[in-house]
């Protein structure tokens, strides 16, 4: 059974830095490209970072590209978004996103989310 | 940035009827090797989103024939033939042929 399970969320001052991690579990990390949405109270998905399986390949949203800096361990199956600097409207939740491969190899495709962490940036 | 537009935000659907929401895209999101990579999601209360259809009309494990995906090029569909209790929720289209991923704003489906 595929597992996704983020952590590190908390309350943070503006300015401040937050580490999220996501442990995975049930299929080859090291085989799948991942990414990080976010989710403001009330709001949208707004996609934030993507890696692939390998950290040869990653994409930043231009809300959070010198701020935000995703990485992985493939030998601990984990995954990471570094996040400084951080702004009001970085409040939100953060989903750990599974990429499908097989017959999406030439674009994107989520099949597994993770339940998310709240992240909050207020005095 | 490829811009996702949904409609209606809001809709209200009677059990057992039927429901459609719309996606729309200012960008062709059809590949070069002919794959069409728009994704609907759905998220019901309180829960993180699921995974519904992969390029356009590709069921995801689990999603019950009731949901289908349609469309081509920039103009997508999502259908419910019978709407039931459980399909109470927001839904999201998403484009995964272009960076930066952006979704649609989503639209909340509710019952009569």
């Known amino acids: 059974e595929v597992q996704l399970l983020e952590s590190g969320g908390g309350l943070v001052q503006p300015g401040g830095s937050l580490r999220l991690s996501c442990v995975v579990s049930?299929?080859?990390?090291?085989?799948?490209?991942m990414s990080w949405v976010r989710q403001a109270p009330g709001k949208g998905l707004e996609w934030v970072s993507a890696?692939?399986?390998?950290?040869?390949?990653?994409y930043y949203a231009d809300s959070v590209k010198g701020r935000f800096t995703i990485s992985r361990d493939n030998s601990k199956n984990m995954l990471y978004l570094q996040m400084n600097s951080l702004r009001a409207e970085d409040t939100a939740i953060y989903y750990c996103?599974?990429?499908?491969?097989?017959?999406?190899?030439?674009?994107?495709?989520?099949?597994?989310w993770g339940q998310g962490t709240l992240v909050t940036v207020s005095a | 940035d490829v811009v996702m537009t949904q409609s209606p935000l809001s809709l209200p659907v009677t059990l057992g009827q039927p429901a459609s929401i719309s996606c729309r895209s200012t960008?062709?999101?059809?590949?070069?090797?002919?794959?069409?990579?728009l994704n609907w999601f759905q998220q019901r209360p309180g829960q993180s989103p699921r995974p519904l259809i992969y390029?356009?009309?590709n069921r995801d494990s689990g999603v019950p024939d009731r949901f289908s995906g349609s469309g081509s090029g920039t103009e997508f569909t999502l259908r419910i033939s019978r709407v039931e209790a459980e399909d109470v929720g927001v839904y999201y289209c998403?484009?995964?042929?272009?960076?930066?991923?952006?979704f649609g704003g989503g639209t909340k489906v509710e019952i009569k």
């Open positions: 996103v599974k990429e499908r491969e097989g017959d999406c190899r030439t674009g994107v495709c989520f099949d597994y």
């Open positions: 049930g299929f080859t990390f090291s085989n799948y490209a």
């Open positions: 890696i692939s399986g390998s950290s040869a390949t990653i």
């Open positions: 960008q062709s999101l059809v590949h070069s090797d002919g794959n069409i990579y």
């Open positions: 390029k356009v009309s």
């Open positions: 998403m484009q995964g042929r272009h960076w930066p991923l952006t």
